[in-house]
């Protein structure tokens, strides 16, 4: 507590003296097309951090033990002081970062020095010990540091991201680490976590200064040899020692996967710069800047908080909460990557090449993520069946090892009854009754497959048939469930991404409901509905797709008075001539537009075209 304490204070009190410097030399971020600020911004942040967070380690570490762990490297002693290895490669990154700041590197120098420096930590003993293998445990531990150094690189694309996020990671593996009495692994995280916090004062939206490289790269690198440290006393498998440090550190994760995915499926280097994290595309679909950090916020406390779950729970408890944050992480990753973000002509490039046909799938179509999906759904459908069905009783232990090997010929039953019946045909984004019904039949049809495959296989020796009830209950509750939220999502964001001029619709019939979904998908109409107005009185009070029907035509002077728009757009096809003369007095009184909504089929001259 004290050292967090300190690093806070020291952090609070230099920030200002850093900005300040930042703007006499004239060390500011510039806005630029690939970057999200748009004015002038302070840089060298990191300086602050890095003086709150990093200096402090200088007085704690035991450099001496570095020295004799490698003189009798041999001998295989016990790993140096953490802290000592933590200093020296927090310092070699700020360097890094600060310079780069400064001078500009090269990315492929910046990446050479990186891995250098995760090759010294692993050369010193420290090792994710994923792995029975040192070659590959050391191999895996040298790609997660680099990864999760540049990972936290490339979220600092938004004011108050970085920061807040490694806040959040810092802040659990201060609790994780202050439950199994972990000191020197505290003592860094606490520091980081009191440093973030008082920068966030100032990073926050709208940010006054930037932490720059020297700042997100050993922020990064802190959190990535954080996760060094094996979760468990025993050395056997646990899946904490895999899931707690992905989970602590999902959002990073997610964004650089997703970023460098579809980067490389459009033809751009994932090093390059660009507005396409996921905290643009959040913005994109109508979030503000802060809102978009603080939905970011919200997601790495949920994954911190399942962390925590996994790591005080056994290895058969871990994927009741593991599976569901996935599932939420893929829908995520599914909706975001629909949005828009590089021109068409970036994605042309795609269909030119060897490879066209799937790539065009899993840019354009996204059946893949949908697969994806589906698999996750039917495996862990199948997992809660046990858990549902035995609890947590002995006998879900028993019957856990029928649930392993039973698993694969589960996933292939379901997977034919699904492309079978045709779930994978149906748009998401317009599902509707007829597409539920297709659940139901490829649930009912994967069950029955199930049923015969394992009576086939194992003759039904040591499985329930209440299991399978489950199971059928869950996959169809799945399936449907995961598309309607899907669509839910999206039409509560194409309502809070509408902007325009405020209008009511008069007429709360068909042509409303035509009108107001033309409105939602046509943003280029630049109209943003608050209400409706129709002449049957049965409707007043009532709410057409979470719009009110605030009155009739005969009180509709008395609507405007209390409700302040600039227009008036007609969706009924037929309206008495002495109703659009009221209208048309009524508008021109109160200085707003009166438009009609016509759905109308043009004739085509097949000589002259469609000119």
Avoid at 168 to 193: K, M, T
Avoid at 257 to 274: A, C, E, F, Q
Wanted: proline share 4%; charged share 15%; hydrophobic share 50%.
């Amino acid at each position: 507590m004290t050292l967090s304490v300190l690093s806070f204070v020291v952090c609070v009190a230099l920030t200002p003296i850093v900005k300040w410097g930042a703007i006499r030399s004239g060390w500011v971020a510039v806005p630029r097309q690939d970057r999200w600020h748009k004015k002038p911004t302070a840089l060298l942040g990191g300086i602050a951090i890095y003086c709150a967070a990093g200096l402090p380690l200088l007085w704690l570490a035991d450099f001496g033990s570095i020295i004799e762990y490698v003189q009798l490297h041999s001998s295989k002693s016990a790993p140096p002081s953490y802290i000592a290895v933590a200093w020296l490669g927090i310092t070699i990154l700020f360097i890094l970062g600060l310079f780069d700041d400064l001078f500009r590197f090269r990315p492929q120098n910046k990446l050479i020095l990186q891995i250098m420096v995760a090759a010294m930590v692993a050369f010193l003993g420290y090792r994710l010990q994923w792995m029975s293998s040192l070659t590959a445990d050391t191999i895996i531990t040298i790609v997660w540091i680099v990864g999760i150094t540049n990972a936290f690189n490339l979220i600092d694309n938004m004011d108050g991201l970085c920061a807040g996020t490694g806040l959040i990671a810092a802040a659990f593996f201060s609790y994780l680490y202050f439950n199994e009495g972990s000191l020197q692994l505290l003592s860094v995280s606490v520091l980081l976590a009191g440093a973030l916090a008082a920068f966030l004062i100032y990073n926050f939206h709208p940010a006054s200064i930037f932490m720059g490289d020297c700042g997100s790269l050993p922020i990064g690198f802190t959190l990535a040899i954080l996760c060094l440290h094996p979760f468990t006393a025993s050395r056997h498998f646990s899946i904490s020692t895999y899931a707690v440090p992905v989970l602590v550190l999902m959002v990073p994760i997610f964004d650089t996967t997703m970023v460098t995915t579809i980067r490389l499926l459009s033809g751009r280097k994932p090093s390059m710069g660009g507005r396409d994290h996921t905290s643009h595309r959040l913005v994109l679909m109508g979030f503000s800047e802060r809102g978009a950090a603080l939905f970011l916020y919200g997601t790495a406390l949920l994954s911190g908080l399942a962390a925590v779950f996994v790591q005080q729970h056994d290895s058969l408890a871990a994927p009741t909460v593991i599976i569901p944050l996935l599932l939420s992480v893929i829908l995520m990753g599914i909706y975001l990557a629909q949005i828009r973000v590089y021109p068409e002509k970036e994605f042309s490039v795609l269909r030119e090449g060897r490879f066209t046909p799937i790539i065009f799938e899993i840019t354009f179509r996204r059946q893949i993520f949908h697969v994806i999906l589906d698999l996750v759904l039917v495996s862990f459908a199948y997992y809660l069946s046990y858990r549902v069905r035995f609890g947590l009783t002995p006998e879900f232990n028993a019957f856990f090892t029928v649930f392993l090997k039973s698993l694969p010929a589960i996933i292939i039953c379901k997977f034919i009854a699904f492309f079978s019946a045709g779930v994978y045909r149906g748009m998401w984004r317009y599902m509707g009754l007829s597409d539920v019904f297709v659940y139901l039949k490829a649930s009912v049809l994967g069950t029955l497959l199930s049923l015969a495959a394992v009576t086939y296989i194992y003759r039904f020796a040591s499985f329930s048939k209440g299991v399978f009830l489950i199971d059928w209950f869950l996959t169809t509750a799945f399936l449907v469930g995961s598309r309607v939220s899907f669509r839910s999502f999206r039409e509560f964001m194409k309502h809070k991404a509408l902007k325009g001029e405020k209008v009511l619709i008069y007429g709360a019939g068909q042509g409303g409901q035509v009108l107001l979904r033309e409105v939602l998908e046509n943003h280029r109409l630049a109209i943003k509905p608050i209400g409706f107005i129709d002449d049957d009185t049965r409707k007043v009070g009532k709410r057409l797709h979470g719009y009110p029907v605030m009155g009739t035509g005969a009180n509709l002077e008395n609507i405007l008075e209390k409700v302040p728009v600039n227009g008036l757009v007609i969706s009924c096809r037929n309206m008495a001539e002495e109703n659009q003369k009221r209208l048309i007095d009524l508008c021109r009184t109160k200085g707003i537009f009166l438009k009609r909504f016509i759905v109308n089929l043009q004739d085509v001259d097949l000589e002259e075209g469609l000119s």
